[in-house]
């Protein structure tokens, strides 16, 4: 069982930088794949980042290459995700999830998820 607190969304002015965290209990921890996923008013549920288990492997949504990065550390049990250059079509709510299986960007396949942080980006 991995329980997920996400904390860091706020407001930001497009062009400004938000670091999440997701705080995880449990020592399973880093047995998990850790993603990020983001829902906006009226949309599905998007995968936004992925981590494996011991960081070594990472992938992204193409909209947010370059500009966001996933990270982990499990010896806090935290993965976070710095988002750099944000742009007003970054609103959400965003979760973070864990996975056992690793190259799934599909929600349906993450066993654990937080309860979401709320971003803002005003252009």
């Known amino acids: 069982q991995v329980q997920l607190v996400e904390s860091g969304g706020g407001l930001v002015q497009a062009g400004g930088s938000l670091r999440l965290s997701c705080a995880a209990s449990g020592r399973t921890f880093n047995t998990y794949h850790m993603g990020w996923f983001r829902q906006a008013p009226g949309k599905e549920r998007e995968f936004v980042a992925v981590i494996s288990w011991n960081g070594g492997s990472t992938d992204y949504v193409d909209s947010v290459k370059g500009r966001f990065t996933i990270s982990r550390d499990n010896a806090k049990n935290t993965v976070y995700l710095q988002m750099n250059s944000l742009k007003p079509e970054d609103t959400a709510v965003y979760y973070c999830?864990?996975?056992?299986?690793?190259?799934?960007?599909?929600?349906?396949?993450?066993?654990?998820w937080g309860q979401g942080t709320q971003v803002t980006v005003s252009s």
């Open positions: 999830a864990a996975a056992g299986v690793w190259g799934t960007t599909t929600p349906r396949n993450y066993n654990y």
